[in-house]
Every structure is written in C-alpha cells, then in structure tokens.
C-alpha cells in the first residue's frame, strides 16, 4: 500500500521528481527518461508507467535549460518507436504459440481471427490514436502483433503515432509548462492530462456496454 502511494505521489509531482533527477544524474537522466517511456510502450506489464505527463514535464523541465528538448524529443521518438515494435513482435510470437494450440474456453482461433480482420480495416488508425490513450497504447501494438499485422504497415504507422504522441506532449511542455499559472498548477494539470486522456477509452467501452 505504502508503495501505491508513493507512486501516486510521484506523479504528482513529476516536475520536482525530474528536476531533481537532472540535477542527480546529469545527462544520464536521458537514459532513465527513454527506459520509462520504452517500458509503458513495450512492455505488457507496465502500462502504469507515466506517459503524457511524463512528456509535458519533460519539456516544461527542458525549457529551463536542464535538458535539449530536441535531442530529449528524438530519443523518446525512438524509445516509443522502439517500445511498440519490441511489443508488436511479442504479441506475434504469443499469438502464434496461441494459433498453433487447441481452442479451450479461455481462447479461440476465432479471436484471432477477428483482430486480424479489425486491423486490416482499421489497424493503422487504431494504432496512431491509440498513441493518445493510457493503457491503451500498451495494449495495442500487442494485439496488433496477435493479429498478424503486417510488419511494414504496423512500423509506419508505429512512427507516425510515436512522432505525433512525443512531439506533440513533449513541445507543449515546452512552450507552456513554465507559464506561472500553468507551474502553479502543474499537479492538477498532471492529472488533467491523464483523465482527458482516458475520456476516449471510457466512451468507447460505454458504447461497447450498450453495443
């Protein structure tokens, strides 16, 4: 519990927290940067990891002259890039390990099936905009990967989501984040970011419920 909490704290204060990283760890700081914004994209168990707030900060943090933005912009392109292709690939390989098996009640060949239909129709779509959605975007490239996606189409469009998700939250915090109202309510915008963020994925799954 004590653990929760201190993580519910520290991304609330995500711009102390990074401040004090760039002031502890110097250009290293990049390294840690790239490795959470690869694990929240790559890796199926940590979709919790901070992802827009984390940019935001990162470069309202860049802007006091910590960091360059461009060069902290460019490596966390290639750490979401790299991240969902590292998870696309997973997926492919689970899934089929999946296929191979027979069906049980927990998993069907008919599953599959239906995700490799979705993302042929809307496969590039769901992963660019996916991009914009917590836990979602963790998911995505992985059952793109299920689906059978091919691999060009997926990596294009993993390119133009990465691009647009980084550059857009990343440059914002730039330009904005050190605005004295935005700074005296970075906590509450923090959050913001996230529930605003999440709005998509709730209507979606009402529609769904309804559906």
Known sequence: MDTIVSLFQ?????????????????????????????????????????????????????????????????????????????????GGLIGHWLIARPDTWYFKREYVDRTHAFYERHGGKAVVISRFMPILRTYAPFVAGIGDMPTARFAMFNLIGAVSWVASFAYTGYFFGNIPKVKENLTLLVFGIVVVSLIPAAVGFLRTRRA
């Open 10 to 90: 520290a991304l609330g204060h995500l711009d102390q927290h990074l401040v004090a990283w760039t002031q502890a760890y110097g250009v290293w700081v990049y390294g840690i940067l790239f490795l959470i914004i690869f694990g929240e994209t790559g890796l199926v168990v940590t979709p919790f990891l901070p992802g827009d707030s984390l940019l935001f900060v990162a470069g309202a943090v860049a802007a006091t002259g910590a960091m360059d933005v461009h060069a902290l912009v460019g490596l966390l392109i290639v750490a979401a890039f790299t991240g969902n292709l590292v998870n696309y690939k997973i």
